[in-house]
């Protein structure tokens, strides 16, 4: 009996060890979304992964330029959320239907999945293989500029439910105590816009050799569109692709509600 009570004891104290761990992660997190209130984040999880594997890859660094909110021209907060989340402005960080529809997707990718592996699993067993490992399924998601920002702020970039969850949450904390127009700065100011290319000012000074605050209608769009494949549209500038998607993110620009 003394036995067994010891080893439930220890089942209990290290079950107690990680609830602790995962508390103080998240109370980490939250303080880490209050100081952004008022203190520009230096960079962010994504960025630092980023720098160091260009240092170690080719020796490339990585350019970011901080400019506030006004300084960053209109058609560029426009372009943006007319690209990336048109209702932005009025949510609360996540919507929720989207994130319905994510899941029923990765559900469906799961069972296609284990339903992949198991053949291949019965055709190599048969063959006298050994047995295929099974690639684990992407977790994909209707992510709000928010839920993208809340990503590469604090998180890695495993694609897992457990991630997703914690995105969540440093979501609605984004939304709970930072302005719109604060979430969209600090987007703006980290979001990859190329190799080692972060940030609207530096995209602007990369891609059209002029500041943030005097990018056009059009200059602003294929900005955007290239934002969910910058590094592929920074080799395929000529793509037909970004400029008819340019165009039309561009006529959508004006219905658009920017945060002031």
């Known amino acids: 009996m003394s036995g067994r009570s010891s080893k439930s004891g220890a089942a209990t104290r290290l079950l107690l060890m990680l609830l602790l761990t995962a508390v103080a992660l998240e109370i980490f997190f939250l303080a880490r979304v209050v100081v952004m209130i008022g203190v520009d984040p230096q960079s962010t999880t994504f960025q630092?992964?980023?720098?160091?594997?260009l240092a170690t890859s080719n020796g490339k660094g990585w350019r970011q330029d901080w400019v506030p909110y006004s300084a960053m021209s209109v058609h560029i907060k426009r372009a943006v959320i007319a690209s990336e989340d048109d209702v932005f402005a009025t949510h609360g960080g996540v919507q929720w239907d989207a994130v319905?529809?994510?899941?029923?997707?990765?559900?469906?990718a799961q069972e296609r999945a284990e339903q992949r592996a198991q053949n291949a699993a019965k055709g190599a067993q048969k063959g006298?293989?050994?047995?295929?490992?099974a690639k684990p399924v992407k977790i994909v998601g209707g992510s709000t500029i928010t839920q993208q920002l809340a990503k590469n702020l604090?998180?890695?970039?495993?694609?897992?439910?457990?991630?997703?969850?914690?995105?969540?949450?440093?979501?609605?904390?984004?939304?709970?105590f930072l302005s719109k127009e604060r979430i969209l700065e600090i987007y703006l100011n980290n979001v990859e816009w190329g190799e080692g290319v972060f940030g609207i000012e530096a995209a602007a000074q990369h891609y059209f050799r002029k500041p943030a605050a005097q990018l056009g209608?059009?200059?602003?769009?294929?900005?955007?569109?290239?934002?969910?494949?910058p590094k592929f549209f920074e080799k395929q500038?000529?793509?037909?692709?970004?400029?008819?998607?340019?165009m039309v993110i561009a006529g959508r620009m004006a219905d658009v509600q920017v945060p002031r």
Do not use: D, H
Not at 154 to 170: C, D, V, Y
């Open 154 to 176: 604090l998180l890695s970039g495993e694609r897992n439910l457990f991630r997703k969850a914690q995105e969540l949450a440093i979501t609605l904390a984004l939304e709970a």
């Open 48 to 53: 630092r992964s980023e720098a160091f594997r």
């Open 237 to 246: 500038p000529t793509s037909n692709y970004l400029s008819g998607r340019a």
């Open 128 to 133: 006298g293989k050994a047995v295929p490992v």
């Open 100 to 108: 319905e529809s994510a899941w029923q997707k990765n559900n469906k």
């Open 217 to 229: 209608p059009f200059e602003a769009a294929r900005l955007a569109v290239m934002l969910p494949r």
